[in-house]
C-alpha cells in the first residue's frame, strides 16, 4: 500500500500530465489588445465631444444620437462576448439569424 501512494504522487506531480481546472478560464478583457481598447475609448470620446459641440452650437443632435447609438452596439458586443453565460450567447445568436 506505501508504493501505491508514491506512484499516486509521483503521477499527479509529473510536468507532463496536464490537468485543467476551472480556473483556467478563457478571459476576454485580458487577451483583448491594448491599443485597441484605447483607441476605442479615444474615438468615443471624440464623437461625444463633437457630438455636443454641434448640439449646442447648430442644435442639430443626429451626429450625438448616432454615436450613442454606436457606442451602444459596442458595449452590447463586448459585454455579449466577455459573458461565461453561454445561453445568453445563444439567444443573441438566434436573434441574429431570424433578421
Known amino acids: 500500500m506505501g508504493s501505491m501512494k508514491v506512484q499516486d504522487s509521483s503521477i499527479v506531480r509529473n510536468h507532463a500530465i496536464t490537468t485543467l481546472s476551472q480556473d483556467d478560464e478563457f478571459s476576454f478583457r485580458k487577451s483583448f ?6 483607441s476605442l475609448i479615444l474615438l468615443f470620446v471624440m464623437g461625444f465631444i463633437a457630438g455636443g459641440f454641434v448640439l449646442g452650437a447648430v442644435h442639430n443632435a443626429y451626429l450625438l444620437i448616432v454615436v450613442v447609438i454606436l457606442f451602444g452596439a459596442v458595449k452590447l458586443m463586448i459585454n455579449l462576448i466577455s459573458s461565461p453565460n453561454d445561453k445568453l450567447h445563444f439567444s443573441f445568436n438566434s436573434l441574429l439569424l431570424q433578421v
Open 33 to 38: 489588445p491594448k491599443l485597441i481598447l484605447w
